[in-house]
């Protein structure tokens, strides 16, 4: 079973910066796609960015959300099992609850936040305000 851990949340100040962390542990498979969702109170949650992470490849596939495009871009440190996102430029309207998830049947291209993800993390914070 995969578990993943996400850190990094906080509060923090319009225009300012945040790196969340997604470490991942327990692979079964040799594909997975890792994305970032997000919710905020009130909210449906929302697809931010997803990442491709291979034992066969080294090349990864990402795609990024319209919303945060230009501002949030998502990298992976396959030797220590870890997704990032960074997020720069934030807006009160980043905040939410940020999720990553995982499936190795989910393809990161389009659709790939309307599918159904099996593993999941905990969530970390992140609140935008002066």
């Known amino acids: 079973q995969l578990q993943l851990v996400e850190s990094g949340g906080g509060p923090v100040l319009p225009g300012g910066s945040l790196r969340l962390a997604c470490a991942a542990s327990?692979?079964?498979?040799?594909?997975?796609?890792i994305s970032w969702f997000r919710q905020a109170p009130g909210k449906e949650r929302e697809g931010v960015s997803c990442?491709?992470?291979?034992?066969?490849?080294?090349?990864?596939?990402?795609v990024t959300a319209d919303s945060v495009k230009g501002r949030f871009s998502i990298s992976r440190n396959n030797a220590k099992n870890t997704v990032y996102l960074q997020m720069d430029s934030l807006k009160p309207e980043d905040t939410a609850v940020y999720f990553c998830?995982?499936?190795?049947?989910?393809?990161?291209?389009?659709?790939?936040?309307?599918?159904?993800?099996?593993?999941w993390g905990q969530g970390t914070q992140v609140t935008v305000s002066s």
């Open positions: 998830a995982a499936d190795p049947l989910v393809l990161c291209q389009a659709g790939w936040d309307q599918v159904p993800y099996t593993n």
């Open positions: 990442i491709t992470v291979s034992n066969i490849s080294s090349e990864a596939t990402t």
């Open positions: 327990g692979f079964t498979e040799d594909f997975y796609t």
